[in-house]
């Protein structure tokens, strides 16, 4: 499967952002997707991941109650939608798709496929 992210951008803090992740193929929903994020100087870290049906969701702390990850399979595509954007937001985002079964803690090493990133700015 391949994967394209888009949506990123500059925003202020406090501002709102909806990351998109478009996937070619069409087995899109026998994948676990998850969105990461990576800022300078820093590891790649998860930020949220969805199950194959969308049923299930997990949110890393920093970012939970403001993001929200959601699929729609018949649109092969992933969202992040990120509210309150703070500047330690600010990082290239990077979906990702996994075929492994559901475990909302996979490390991106579990990941089999990843889009090319989006960047996010959150100014001050």
């Known amino acids: 499967v391949q994967l394209q992210a888009f949506g990123g951008g500059l925003v202020q803090a406090g501002g709102s952002l909806r990351l998109s992740c478009a996937a070619s193929g069409r087995t899109f929903s026998s994948y676990g997707m998850g969105w990461f994020r990576q800022a300078p100087g820093k590891e790649r870290e998860s930020v949220a991941a969805?199950?194959?049906?969308?049923?299930?969701?997990y949110y890393a702390d920093s970012v939970k109650g403001r993001f929200t990850i959601s699929r729609d399979n018949a649109k092969n595509t992933v969202y992040l939608q990120m509210n309150s954007l703070k500047p330690e937001d600010t990082a290239v985002y990077y979906c990702?798709?996994?075929?492994?079964?559901?475990?909302?803690?996979?490390?991106?090493?579990?990941?089999?496929?990843w889009g090319q990133g989006t960047l996010v700015t959150v100014s001050s």
């Open positions: 990702a798709a996994t075929r492994r079964d559901w475990n909302p803690r996979r490390t991106l090493y579990e990941y089999d496929y």
């Open positions: 969805i199950n194959r049906s969308g049923g299930s969701t």
